[in-house]
């Protein structure tokens, strides 16, 4: 046991489940923090997260704890992957016991209501370490049952520092989940975080029966407005072509398994977004829409998938009118001129 890597994962939920279980089988000590006791004494008896991903028993190597001074007692690596809400809660709950220079990886995708932060500026705000290289996040097109099935899948860790990332890949790469890395973490965070405003507008469009060239269309311009306000905040334009962006973006537009289709299949049929907003499973999609608005209109960059979404989602606005509006618009040329790359940067980002 001396020679395995010690890791620490502070939420029981999906993607936590998945993400321990994945390390485990890659050799690590991995102790699952969750906070209710009662949830943790059941994983510990059963083997298994019984009220998430339950069929799939843990590896060795998986401890559950509800201590969590416990679960990141000599750890190499934190992940943290509660609920975009419940970041900040959990940031409070590790700062007592948080060791400097130990890198604090979020695996939340989301933006921090009230704040907009994103979630590794949730995590560097409460730990008193903002821009710090040891602030990380992972990111990438990855259902949660699929990945803990051992599917094959990609994703993307990123840190200001990349020689932090290259440490994170080092220790959790495999077969498994294959982990590439990135010194954008705005732009990786940004891209997980937005995508599912575009699901919920595609989810939409298949209800209305609109498709397949409007979904496809409806992707490629919902990238493109992704990348314009990604580069506004200080992103490479070139990140959200990768597995954080476009991925993702293609991954949560496209599958019944995403919530955020599935609420934007809900609107189109004639359900109320309050009645999805008051739902027991949160759909981020939702909050996020009104915060890219609210970030799109104070630096003024030009979002009319998200405007639209917008009046359907707080304004009650007919989501066919809103399709038939987007289609009105002004002609223009496809390209954004300000954001144009040279080759040099494809060669620097490959």
Not at 105 to 125: F, H, N, W, Y
Request: negative net charge.
């Amino acid at each position: 046991m001396a020679d395995r890597h010690r890791v620490a994962v502070l939420g029981a939920g999906s993607w936590g489940t998945a993400l321990a279980c994945v390390m485990a089988r890659r050799g690590c000590e991995v102790r699952i923090w969750g906070r209710r006791e009662a949830q943790v004494r059941a994983m510990a008896e059963e083997n298994r997260n019984p009220e998430y991903l339950s069929e799939h028993p843990f590896p060795g190597g998986v401890l559950p704890t509800a201590d969590l001074e416990r679960a990141v007692r000599d750890a190499e690596l934190i992940f943290v992957v509660p609920a975009s809400q419940g970041m900040r809660g959990t940031a409070e709950r590790l700062a007592p016991h948080y060791r400097p220079g130990v890198p604090v990886i979020s695996a939340t995708k989301g933006l921090e209501p009230t704040t907009d932060l994103r979630m590794s500026q949730v995590v560097g705000d409460v730990l008193g370490i903002p821009d710090s290289p040891d602030l990380a996040a992972l990111s990438g097109p990855n259902f949660a049952v699929e990945v803990i099935a051992g599917l094959p899948a990609g994703t993307v860790v990123a840190s200001s520092d990349e020689s932090a990332a290259r440490k994170i890949q080092r220790i959790i790469n495999g077969r498994e989940l294959r982990i590439y890395t990135s010194d954008d973490l705005i732009g990786v965070e940004l891209g997980g975080a937005l995508k599912n405003v575009y699901a919920i507008a595609v989810g939409i469009i298949h209800s209305l029966g609109l498709g397949v060239n409007a979904q496809a269309t409806l992707i490629t311009r919902g990238l493109a407005e992704l990348t314009r306000l990604g580069a506004n905040l200080g992103a490479h334009p070139l990140t959200f072509a990768g597995l954080s962006g476009l991925g993702d973006l293609v991954l949560t537009c496209t599958s019944d398994l995403s919530r955020n289709r599935r609420a934007g299949l809900a609107l189109g049929s004639g359900r109320a977004p309050e009645a999805i907003r008051s739902a027991k499973t949160t759909v981020e999609g939702m909050r996020a829409t009104w915060a890219a608005r609210d970030m799109a209109r104070r630096r003024g960059v030009e979002m009319p998938i998200v405007d639209e979404l917008y009046s359907v989602l707080y304004e009650d606005k007919d989501p066919g009118a809103a399709v038939g509006d987007l289609m009105d618009r002004e002609a223009r040329t496809e390209r954004d001129r300000e954001y144009d790359l040279t080759i040099e940067d494809f060669l620097d980002r490959s």
